[in-house]
């Protein structure tokens, strides 16, 4: 079972940044963030994989920065020129897949997530 718990978040004016992190109890070959709205589904937003490739979602890129650190087990992402429509909740995910993906199924660990919430 690997363990994720998340922090960091916190409300920004837009154009701020934040940094989010995700302390994890093991390593797995894929990590990734996603994030929530309400009554809206989940989305992929970058993903990065043990050899430390990475993926962004289209909305986030050139933004968004994924990044670990694998001698203090801490998942980072750092959000600058954050956007009102970039509030949401914020989950750290883990899985085994070797390859990047934004499918939900192929991440068998979530953490609890953090609100951002951005201003205009």
């Known amino acids: 079972q690997v363990l994720l718990v998340e922090s960091g978040g916190g409300s920004v004016q837009a154009g701020g940044s934040l940094r989010l992190s995700c302390t994890y109890s093991r390593n797995t070959s894929l990590m990734a963030w996603f994030r929530q709205v309400p009554g809206k589904e989940r989305e992929g937003v970058t993903t990065?994989?043990?050899?430390?490739?990475?993926r962004y979602a289209d909305s986030v890129k050139g933004r968004f920065t994924i990044s670990k650190d694998n001698a203090e087990n801490i998942l980072y992402l750092q959000m600058n020129s954050l956007k009102p429509e970039d509030t949401a909740v914020y989950y750290c995910a883990a899985g085994y897949l070797y390859g990047h993906t934004f499918r939900e199924s192929a991440f068998v660990y979530w953490g609890q997530g953090t609100q951002v919430t951005v201003s205009s």
């Open positions: 990065i994989s043990k050899d430390g490739s990475t």
